[in-house]
């Protein structure tokens, strides 16, 4: 079935250092779904990217998917103490709402 | 402007009891999805549901696990005669109908903890 791997599994920063997590599917897939999860929270919606090689940005934070949909990322320029939960990366294979999950990358940031 | 309605928060039960996980979905929203989450690790799809049908159920376990949408009240998520490793954080979440140009995002509640003692 539909497989969506996400990397690294932690990562370890200095506030003010930049930070990425990378997505990859086994397959093609409709649309990407970033969220974050703060430390004993729920989920949280970010964004959604559809078209191939789309770029969106939220201030400090730079989400691409890319040219062939299968895979994205998730960048954090300067990152601040507020930023430090997990990141899920997930994914949509046809135009209908099941989404695919990856294990998440989960950032600490040093302060 | 009520979000998605998990209860209970925290769910303690004996091997061998049900245990059932009730989900009320966002004021507008008619799709239901349910997650299992253990410690540091990520969302695992068990079940996506509309009113009065499943949808999607390949996530789910076929013995003891049983997930429902009524025309009337909250989703449940009921699991019978629990076992340890039963125990998780079970999320559900919400959304609207799906649109042809993708997904629609999902919203979460704050989910219910069982513990199987």
């Known amino acids: 079935g539909q497989q969506v791997m996400q990397i690294p599994q932690y990562q370890h920063v200095q506030e003010g250092e930049d930070f990425t997590t990378y997505c990859n599917s086994s397959t093609t897939l409709s649309n990407i779904q970033w969220y974050k999860q703060r430390p004993g929270g729920h989920p949280v919606f970010l964004i959604q990217?559809?078209?191939?090689?789309e770029v969106k940005k939220q201030k400090r934070l730079t989400f691409q998917f890319g040219e062939a949909k299968k895979n994205s990322s998730l960048h954090i320029t300067a990152t601040q103490t507020t930023d430090v939960g997990t990141y899920f990366c997930?994914?949509?294979?046809?135009?209908?709402?099941?989404?695919?999950f990856g294990a998440g990358t989960i950032l600490r940031v040093k302060s | 402007n009520a979000g998605v309605m998990q209860n209970p928060r925290h769910l303690v039960r004996r091997r061998g009891q049900e245990a059932r996980l009730r989900c009320s979905p966002m004021?507008?929203?008619?799709?239901v999805y349910w997650y299992r989450q253990l410690p540091e690790e990520g969302l695992k799809f068990m079940v996506y549901l509309q009113k009065e049908n499943i949808i999607d159920e390949s996530g789910m376990p076929k013995e003891r696990f049983s997930a429902e949408f009524p025309k009337e009240g909250p989703s449940i998520l009921r699991i019978q005669q629990v076992v340890r490793g039963d125990s998780a954080a079970y999320f559900c979440?919400?959304?609207?109908?799906?649109?042809?140009?993708?997904?629609?995002?999902?919203?979460f509640g704050d989910g219910t903890r069982l513990s199987i003692l």
């Open positions: 990217l559809v078209k191939s090689g």
């Open positions: 004021k507008g929203h008619s799709h």
């Open positions: 997930a994914g949509s294979m046809e135009y209908g709402n099941k989404l695919v």
């Open positions: 979440a919400s959304s609207h109908m799906i649109v042809a140009s993708g997904g629609q995002p999902q919203h």
